[in-house]
């Protein structure tokens, strides 16, 4: 059974950072990509960012893309996501989760954390 779990949320006035954590239990690495989403207030969940564990890369949306990365610690199976250079569009609840596909749609994910807030001043 995959297990995740997210560290790291909080609150950050615009322009500031924050690093998200989401630590893996039970999965195949060479069978599940790691992704972060965020849903905000009355929003569909969208996708923030995508790891390949299979050597396809990173990928990511629009909105995330030169302020935000995503890694993986191979070691200890966790994954993050740096956040510089905050906005409050950024606002929303992030979740980590795992799925066959290379993807930052969320409907290719099987597996997900509970999630952690971040909330962005302006």
């Known amino acids: 059974q995959v297990r995740l779990v997210e560290f790291g949320g909080g609150s950050v006035q615009a322009g500031g950072s924050l690093r998200l954590s989401c630590a893996a239990s039970g999965y195949t690495r060479d069978k599940n990509h790691m992704g972060w989403f965020r849903q905000a207030p009355g929003k569909e969940r969208e996708g923030v960012a995508v790891i390949s564990t299979g050597g396809l890369g990173t990928d990511y949306a629009d909105s995330a893309k030169g302020r935000f990365t995503i890694s993986l610690h191979n070691t200890d199976n966790t994954v993050y996501l740096q956040m510089n250079d905050l906005k409050p569009e950024d606002t929303g609840m992030y979740y980590c989760?795992?799925?066959?596909?290379?993807?930052?749609?969320?409907?290719?994910?099987?597996?997900w954390g509970q999630g952690t807030q971040v909330t962005v001043s302006s």
């Open positions: 989760a795992a799925g066959a596909w290379f993807s930052l749609e969320s409907s290719k994910f099987n597996y």
